[in-house]
């Protein structure tokens, strides 16, 4: 079955540490996307890809990075330098072209302790 | 700078009813709207979508409104059952042609759907 797939579902973190959030996908989709959510604040977009070695800022990127070496995998990182990093990561994909729908993952809930 | 507002955060509707959801949006170049439904810590499933060709489109218990003078987008479940209860996000994402461009979303409406 295709899909895109976070992991780990759960992740702690301590503070001053980097860390590495997952995301595969297997639906040949060109885009991907990593969103924030956090109560009261809807998604919030971090950074998005539409091609292979190609990445753009979304809203609040400051103190994450991500790379797109393949078409499958849009890794997030999560650096020492994101001030409140404690929230719950969503990955997302979608074919770039008109009227296409965005399919997610199941989500990173990360912890800082 | 919100281009896509849901106003309400939260709506509370008894089982058999109508829930209407609503969501405004400042810009005027967006031609389509989606809408998806969140539980808590999991992903956004995509629920139905409309292009601003239309006016309605249907789907089953769902409906969305586009009324594109207003800026205003509505979905309509009828009726509501207690499945439903979730949290609502309206989106619209940028771009024409080849390129989809970004996604935004508006904040989210819990839906409560009691018995």
């Known amino acids: 079955d295709g899909g895109i797939t976070q992991s780990p579902k759960y992740l702690f973190r301590k503070e001053g540490q980097n860390v590495t959030l997952s995301c595969e996908q297997n639906?040949?989709?060109?885009?991907m996307y990593w969103y924030r959510q956090d109560p009261g604040q809807g998604l919030r977009l971090i950074y998005y890809?539409?091609?292979?070695?190609?990445?753009q800022k979304g809203d609040i990127a400051e103190g994450y990075s991500v790379s797109r070496e393949k078409k499958e995998s849009f890794p997030l990182t999560v650096t020492s330098a994101q001030k409140n990093p404690t929230a719950f990561y969503l990955c997302?994909?979608?074919?770039?072209?008109?009227?296409?729908?965005?399919?997610f993952g199941q989500g990173t809930r990360l912890t800082v302790v | 700078d919100q281009q896509v507002k849901q106003n309400s955060p939260s709506l509370s509707v008894q089982e058999g009813r109508i829930s209407i959801l609503n969501c405004d949006y400042t810009?005027?170049?967006?031609?389509?709207f989606l809408w998806y439904k969140k539980y808590p810590a999991e992903g956004p499933t995509f629920l139905i979508s409309i292009s601003s060709i239309k006016d309605k489109n249907e789907d089953g218990r769902f409906t969305v409104f586009l009324n594109k003078s207003a800026k205003h987008l509505s979905l309509h479940i009828v009726p509501s059952q207690p499945g439903d209860s979730a949290v609502y996000f309206c989106?619209?994402?940028?771009?024409?042609?080849?390129?989809?461009?970004?996604?935004?979303f508006g904040r989210g409406t819990q839906l409560t759907v009691w018995p």
């Open positions: 989106a619209a994402p940028t771009g024409r042609g080849s390129t989809l461009g970004r996604l935004y």
């Open positions: 890809s539409q091609i292979v070695n190609d990445f």
């Open positions: 997302a994909s979608t074919l770039t072209g008109m009227n296409t729908e965005a399919f």
């Open positions: 639906l040949n989709h060109d885009a």
């Open positions: 810009n005027s170049m967006f031609d389509y």
